[in-house]
């Protein structure tokens, strides 16, 4: 059987998790680590990029060049969660400028 090791989770950034939590005001955004925008597409990238490994990892996996069905069905899994955390984040951002459109000024 193969080795099998398990990487340990990493936790979030303390500066990341700032930039979320502090809303950017004037030159702020700069330093805080970029915009909501910028944020956005770092995480769309990384949706992104675990799907690429899934894919490569399937297809290896299944031309006989590797293995490591173990590592294949990780990276699967990652990509699949990543996934649908992501559209998760778009739905709740997709309600709540719905909501915001629904309010009467």
Do not use: H, W
């Not at 590797?66 to 990543?82: F, G, Y």
Request: glycine share 6%; hydrophobic share 55%.
């Amino acid at each position: 059987m193969a080795d099998l090791r398990i990487a340990s989770v990493a936790t979030p950034a303390p500066a990341a998790l700032a930039a979320v939590a502090r809303p950017a005001v004037g030159g702020e955004a700069g330093e805080a680590g970029g915009s909501f925008g910028a944020l956005l597409t770092s995480a769309v990238a990384d949706v992104n990029a675990r799907q690429l490994e899934a894919r490569d990892a399937a297809v290896e996996l299944a031309a006989g060049r590797s293995t490591d069905t173990a590592q294949a069905l990780v990276a699967i899994e990652k990509a699949n969660v990543s996934f649908q955390f992501a559209m998760q984040v778009r739905n709740k951002l997709l309600e709540a400028y719905q909501e915001i459109m629904r309010m009467s000024v």
